[in-house]
DNA sequence: TTGACTGCAAACGATTTGCAATTGC
DNA sequence: GCAATTGCAAATCGTTTGCAGTCAA
């Protein structure tokens, strides 16, 4: 369910993240890169909170205000998504394949899991009078296992 | 798509809500009733700050702070649902027959959907692995009919 | 060099809280 | 009458913003 990146995936999603910055026409600071790399070493859908206290070792200067500023830039230019959750705080991600979340209500963790019958599945008819689709997405809450207690 | 309540049903839920109440040991008060009454009547996923700009008229000495005590205590007791999106402010909605979400990216506007073909269908293999599932539900973003254009 | 980006501090908006008065049971 | 609930005001939390200095291109 969960997918940690080799080191060759991290070098090479990097890249694309550093020519997809150039070709938006953002600069590709040494804030920015850390941020997304850590979204990637750690795709556990932090908040921003989270993010920056993960960065200060390697970064003791940046500020939680440039990780909100940087994740609400990336995701304006589809690098990042904000995750939908009934919290206060927000959670991130870097975008990549299209997949699914499982909530533990108790927890809050996030995690990634594939579905590709629904991601083929039409919508119902009667949803394309409503417009134009971009993108659907699962949300499954529960109790994760560990949680559970055993 | 969308489902208004005839009178009769409007009626029956409010009596199903205040038995509800009375069984959770929660006292039946005016403001609680009423908060209620208007997520039935107007099922179009309010925040806190819209439903107490619609309780005002009928109840003028409301406090929204009363109205988010209350929506958190009815959520709490299973009767209200604090919907997911990625806006600062939540939403809410009446707990009723299961139903998904489509979200309009531009005027966010929140509209229910049902699919009854996805309700049936059973989660992938492993997710069973991650724990006890309680619900799923499917967001849907995309841009409305009245936001595309025509 | 220069405009985009950052860090700082202060502002902001949404939600929560302590407390005294009020109300349902 | 008593405990739960409310309204008020103040506090809190997450996030955004103005500004002056800094840095990638």
Same mark, same amino acid.
């Given at each position: 369910m969960?997918k940690?990146?080799?080191?060759?995936?991290?070098?090479?999603?990097?890249?694309?993240?550093?020519? @997809?910055?150039?070709? @938006?026409?953002?600069?590709?600071?040494?804030?920015?890169?850390?941020?997304?790399?850590?979204?990637?070493?750690?795709? &556990?859908?932090?908040? @921003?909170?989270?993010?920056?206290?993960?960065?200060?070792?390697?970064?003791?200067?940046?500020?939680? &205000?440039?990780?909100?500023?940087?994740?609400?830039?990336?995701?304006?230019?589809?690098?990042?998504?904000?995750?939908?959750? +009934?919290?206060?705080? +927000?959670?991130?991600? @870097?975008v990549y394949a299209p997949h699914h979340h499982l909530?533990?209500?108790?927890?809050?963790?996030?995690?990634d899991f594939q579905w590709p019958a629904i991601d083929r599945l039409d919508l119902p008819a009667d949803v394309s009078?409503w417009g134009q689709i971009d993108s659907k997405t699962i949300v499954v809450?529960?109790?994760?296992?560990?949680? +559970?207690?055993?």
């Open positions: 969960a940690p990146l080799t080191k060759e995936q991290l070098e090479q999603t990097m890249q694309q993240f550093v020519t @997809a910055c150039k070709q @938006a026409g953002l600069k590709v600071t040494h804030q920015r890169t850390e941020i997304y790399r850590h979204l990637l070493l750690e795709p &556990d859908h932090p908040s @921003a909170e989270i993010l920056h206290k993960r960065l200060l070792p390697s970064l003791p200067s940046i500020s939680l &205000d440039t990780v909100y500023r940087t994740l609400t830039t990336l995701e304006q230019h589809g690098l990042v998504s904000r995750i939908q959750t +009934a919290e206060s705080q +927000a959670r991130f991600e @870097a909530i533990c209500s108790r927890c809050k963790r996030v995690v009078n809450y529960g109790t994760c296992m560990h949680c +559970a207690g055993h």
